[in-house]
T-cell receptor
């Protein structure tokens, strides 16, 4: 089915470990972004990309790295996991159309111990 | 700077009641977009509606309706004759179009709606 696919769905990391959250979309969307959701905080933008080879920081970028080598994929890297990065992570994509609605992935629940 | 405020943290109603979820936004742009998303207990985010700043017409979709008022910077969401399946967290979000696209969504903190049978 077309949409945004995130893997893994669940992950437990030890403090200091690194890992990559995968995000892929097959809708040929130009925009892709990563959000984190914390209780009582809503969703906050980590990084976003307006096309292959172009990325930029969002509201809470520290501790995360991204790259966009293809239109389809937008991985999020945790460089050295910290307990403060325990959260639910959502990847989203949309067309380059002003105000178009985003399609979200199903989320990755990450726990850092 | 953009900001979205959903003052109601939690709302509880009995089935068949009408319920309105409030959303107040702040932006300096004259062109912007407003969204509502639903997050059911399963956790996924479901797009409900988007509205651009030039279209103040109210929208109705089945039991859902949205009231956009630029004068009060509000974009409220009403569910008529609520059902248990409406139980979810609802997020209001804002995007400014000053750079040509909807690449940044600013979300409110969400309103948790519980509909009791």
């Amino acid at each position: 089915n077309a949409g945004v696919t995130q893997t893994p769905k669940f992950q437990v990391l030890k403090t200091g470990q690194s890992m990559t959250l995968q995000c892929a979309q097959d809708m040929n969307h130009e925009y892709m972004s990563w959000y984190r959701q914390d209780p009582g905080m809503g969703l906050r933008l980590i990084h976003y990309s307006v096309g292959a080879g172009i990325t930029d920081q969002g509201e809470v970028p520290n501790g995360y790295n991204v790259s966009r080598s293809t239109t389809e994929d937008f991985p999020l890297r945790l460089l050295s996991a910290a307990p403060s990065q325990t959260s639910v992570y959502f990847c989203a994509s949309s067309y380059y159309v002003k105000g178009d609605g985003y399609t979200f992935g199903s989320g990755t629940r990450l726990t850092v111990v | 700077a953009q900001k979205v405020t959903q003052a109601q943290t939690e709302i509880s109603v009995v089935e068949k009641e009408d319920v309105t979820l409030d959303c107040v936004y702040e932006t300096r742009d004259t062109t912007y977009y407003l969204f509502w998303y639903k997050q059911p207990p399963s956790g996924e985010l479901v797009f409900l509606i988007r509205r651009n700043s030039f279209d103040e017409q109210n929208e109705i979709s089945g039991r859902y309706s949205w009231n956009f008022q630029k004068s009060t910077s509000s974009f409220n969401f009403t569910i008529t004759a609520s059902q248990v399946v409406d139980s979810a967290v609802y997020f209001c979000a804002l995007s400014e179009a000053n750079q040509g696209g909807s690449e940044k969504l600013v979300f409110g903190k969400g309103t948790k709606l519980t509909v009791n049978p």
